[in-house]
């Protein structure tokens, strides 16, 4: 993965990493979508607090520092929340959908 900086004033800093934490990105392919923000247990749910950026036509990214664990989310696309459609697993939530399951493991330890 590359590292770039990102720009003080950039809407999606780069994450900051710590031994703790793994960096994890986040895509999703919607072509109509104006707005996309992710929520989920690592926000607090928060439907606005974590935007997406839209990188290509279509193509929206963030990547997001999390420490290991069980996460639960969902993507927020122009006020409607829908589950990751690439996600390998789904939870039900209290409204009738799916939540997108994600498991962040351990990050491993390089070679000296």
């Avoid at 926000?43 to 639960?72: D, F, Q």
Wanted: with cysteine; net charge neutral; hydrophobic share 40%.
């Amino acid at each position: 993965m590359k590292a770039t900086k990102t720009p003080k004033h950039s809407p999606n800093p780069a994450p900051r990493t710590t031994p703790q934490t793994v960096p994890v990105r986040f895509e999703l392919h919607h072509s109509t979508a104006f707005r996309v923000c992710i929520a989920g247990t690592f926000n607090e749910w928060n439907p606005s607090a974590t935007a997406m950026k839209l990188e290509s036509a279509g193509h929206w990214v963030i990547e997001l520092a999390l420490p290991p664990g069980t996460y639960e989310y969902c993507f927020v696309v122009d006020n409607i929340w829908m589950a990751d459609p690439r996600a390998a697993e789904t939870a039900p939530n209290a409204f009738g959908g799916l939540n997108s399951v994600l498991r962040v493991s351990a990050p491993t330890q390089a070679a000296a």
